[in-house]
């Protein structure tokens, strides 16, 4: 089994609109709905790929049968916490050119009866779990210190913890020294103070996390793929889309792949090959955060890998 702690849950509305002008009326081509926020998109692609995987997050009543079904559709066992407040909700516009613009609700903030109902609930899929996932920002209410704590928690049980987070929250969580940690270009430039452009910098980077402790950085870059550390080396993966529709969530079904390839003691290189070609099968599809297993499947070989550096040492002086 694995957990996530998805405290993030969301509605996602995906429409699809000619053009997008500020300040005018715009009339819906097509509108969909679906259960979103990270831990949603991580749990069903793992769920997709064959592992069993459990997601704690919170609900509301107005749509707890909308997730609670999308979720038992794709396999995911959901324990949802029924919050008071009403759930973020997240829109997608899509213009016809295919540009994405984003909206993303603030969300409830959550009480301490309601957090306490999460973090129980949590603790007690993680000790049943052999890898857990933290997943996303966290809901107002909660310290930007919670993921460190979690994965103290989560170290406390011999188990490995899994950590995609942005901002305070990721940084305090890297000094607990989680398994892996998965930023992207944005988070971890935030998180090393300049801008990490280019793959070079990335390997830079990576190396710099190996040195703190963290076993199995792993970097995301969009279409320049992702790069990832372990004592095998330092490694890149990529894969052009043949077609690319939308690659919001990517980050997430790539995380998915990581997740199911560390829990079947997959080399990195093989690793990083599954979790590209869900970040690609992501961003091939319309829906946000979700890689079907067929498309995964038949884009694995074409994954291009190759490794930037042979073993760095544990401390990462081979940086130097
Ligand atoms: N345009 C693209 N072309 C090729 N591969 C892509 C593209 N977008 C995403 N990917 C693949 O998916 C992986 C994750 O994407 P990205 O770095 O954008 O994650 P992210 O910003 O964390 O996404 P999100 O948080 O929306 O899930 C990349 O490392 C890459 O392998
Ligand atoms: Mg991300």
Redesign the pocket.
Same mark, same amino acid.
């Given at each position: 089994m694995i957990t996530i702690a998805g405290f993030n849950t969301a509605i996602d509305r995906f429409i699809q609109i000619d053009a997008l002008t500020p300040g005018e009326v715009h009339r819906v081509r097509t509108e969909k709905v679906y259960a979103g926020g990270?831990g949603v998109?991580v749990a069903q692609t793992i769920a997709e790929l064959g592992e069993h995987v459990r997601l704690i997050g919170p609900i509301d009543a107005a749509h707890h049968s909308l997730i609670g079904r999308q979720m038992s559709a794709r396999g995911v066992l959901f324990r949802g916490v029924e919050i008071e407040g009403e759930l973020r909700q997240c829109l997608a516009l899509q213009e016809e050119g295919g540009s994405i613009t984003e909206i993303l609700g603030q969300g409830p903030q959550l009480s301490q009866i309601e957090q306490d109902a999460l973090l129980r609930d949590f603790r007690r899929s993680a000790d049943q779990s052999e890898l857990v996932i933290l997943s996303g920002s966290l809901p107002r209410g909660f310290a930007d210190t919670l993921y460190a704590e979690l994965v103290e928690y989560v170290h406390g049980l011999g188990k490995r913890c899994l950590v =995609?987070a942005s901002g305070d929250a990721l940084r305090n969580a890297v000094v607990a020294k989680p398994f892996l940690v998965?930023?992207?270009?944005?988070?971890i430039s935030q998180l090393v103070g300049h801008p990490v452009i280019n793959i070079e910098a990335a390997q830079a980077a990576v190396i710099a996390l190996r040195a703190r402790g963290i076993s199995m950085p792993v970097v995301?870059? +969009? =279409?320049? %793929? /992702?790069v990832a550390a372990d004592d095998t080396g330092v490694w890149h993966?990529?894969? #052009?889309?043949t077609q690319?529709r939308n /690659? !919001? %969530?990517? %980050? =997430? $079904?790539?995380?998915a792949g990581m997740a199911v390839a560390i829990k079947r003691n997959m080399p990195l290189e093989q690793a990083l090959r599954l #979790? !590209?070609a $869900? %970040? !690609?099968a992501? /961003?091939e599809s319309n829906e946000t +955060?979700f890689a079907e297993r067929g498309k995964v499947e038949s884009l694995l070989a074409n994954v291009k890998t190759s490794r930037l550096q042979a073993a760095p040492n544990a401390r990462g002086e081979a940086m130097h």
């Open positions: 990270k998109h =995609d998965k930023p992207n270009r944005d988070e995301t870059m +969009g =279409d320049m %793929g /992702a993966a990529q894969l #052009a889309p690319l /690659a !919001v %969530g990517s %980050g =997430d $079904c790539f995380l #979790a !590209v $869900c %970040g !690609v992501n /961003a +955060g």
